[in-house]
């Protein structure tokens, strides 16, 4: 994992709309990046689905909430639209896991995809606090990112 | 501003909808749009012992789901919070507002009462109380199930 005080590896990807979307266009602003395995998998639709719940919790303490995976803009659109989320989604497609890797989130093949990590970016685009789970089949609860904010 | 940061779940209180006796049961913390919770719940409430009900409703995931637990707790009001339940999960099918409306006549309730309190401020604080607690304490799917007495 990226360690807390480094500065965050700046990006530039594509959202779920194909618009791209870098990591220094949110300068300024607190951003926790959600990295997660993949689109459709029963808990990452848990996951994203509690965090859509809070998101206006999330926000009144002036963070963002970006998720970022593997999956093509495509996918991440019908994913998005499926759950019923607003949240931004970054597609970490070509050349593949690249952002992952950088954040030391990936998972090398056989699974190729990234673990689930949060990671929080501060205001100087440093790195405040992190967060990886045990496995990619656990995913951390909303109080976790609370208790991160707090 | 709401504090949603790690806490254990609040103590079973006055006002926490009950069923079966004892000091062993479990806390459910559950959603009534969502299917696994459904599949779950004959089991559940087969249970020996104390089951909690606390609202976790998923909008997002199932958009149906505010107006359900809304419509349990105005049922809660007047006595026939877990027959709302039961029913709603029996019969995933059929939650429209009509299909509410009939649970309202065949459980003998008050639906003039029914529908002004399932659109209450009052109940919509109530329903989100539990969800915050189900957040607070690491809910991260439905049904989230917590042992009685609390360790």
Known sequence: ?150 | MTDLSSAAIPPVGPDDHVRGEGEEGVVVYADLGCPRCAADWPRLRERPGRLVFRHFPLASKHPRSPALHAAAEAAGRQGRFFEMVDSLYADRGRVDDPHLWERVERLGLDLDRFEADRRSAEIETRVRRDFESGIRAGVTSTPGLFSLPAA
């Open chain 1, 1 to 150: 994992m990226i360690a807390v005080g480094e500065q965050a590896p700046d990006f530039t990807l594509r959202d779920q709309d194909g618009e791209k979307v870098s990591l220094s266009d949110f300068r300024g602003r607190k951003v926790m990046l959600v990295f997660y395995p993949g689109d459709f998998s029963p808990v990452c639709g848990d996951q994203l689905s509690i965090y859509q719940e809070v998101k206006p919790e999330i926000a009144e303490k002036g963070v963002e909430l970006v998720g970022i995976s593997v999956d093509s803009f495509f996918a991440h659109k019908a994913f998005q639209e499926k759950l019923g989320i607003d949240t931004i989604l970054l597609s970490d497609f070509e050349p593949k896991g690249e952002v992952a890797r950088a954040y030391g989130s990936y998972i090398e093949a056989p699974l190729g995809f990234a673990n689930r990590t949060l990671v929080l970016v501060d205001e100087d685009g440093k790195v405040a606090w992190t967060y990886e789970s045990p496995n990619p089949g656990e995913f951390p609860g909303a109080n976790v990112i609370f208790d991160a904010l707090s």
